[in-house]
């Protein structure tokens, strides 16, 4: 089993800027992805950043391509997400998550494990 447990959610003004962390532990395969996904009241979660191991690869949902940058720090074993220029929009439940194998996904069934969630709110 490994346990994820996310940091660095907050109010914040739009335009302004968060970085959220996530730090895995226990029993991880060797290699694997990581991603973040976000659900705001009433919605279903949705994808937000992927990245493989290495960090070469990355995705990103449409509605934050430009705005957040995913990366990580595998002595660390943790994932971050920078998140720049915020909206109202971008307020949610942000949740971390690991995928066993070391492609990137944005599919929520692929992931195995997910941290308990840290709340975004970007006010207007």
């Known amino acids: 089993q490994a346990q994820l447990v996310e940091s660095g959610g907050g109010l914040v003004q739009a335009g302004g800027s968060l970085r959220l962390s996530c730090a895995a532990s226990?029993?991880?395969?060797?290699?694997?992805?990581m991603g973040w996904f976000r659900q705001a009241p009433g919605k279903e979660r949705e994808f937000v950043a992927a990245?493989?191991?290495?960090?070469?690869?990355?995705d990103y949902a449409d509605s934050v391509k430009g705005r957040f940058t995913i990366s990580r720090d595998n002595a660390k074993n943790t994932v971050y997400l920078q998140m720049n220029s915020l909206k109202p929009e971008d307020s949610a439940v942000y949740y971390c998550?690991?995928?066993?194998?070391?492609?990137?996904?944005?599919?929520?069934?692929?992931?195995?494990?997910w941290g308990q969630g840290t709340q975004v709110t970007v006010s207007s």
């Open positions: 998550a690991l995928r066993r194998f070391n492609t990137v996904a944005a599919a929520t069934s692929l992931y195995d494990y």
């Open positions: 226990g029993r991880t395969s060797s290699y694997y992805a």
């Open positions: 990245i493989d191991w290495g960090g070469g690869s990355t």
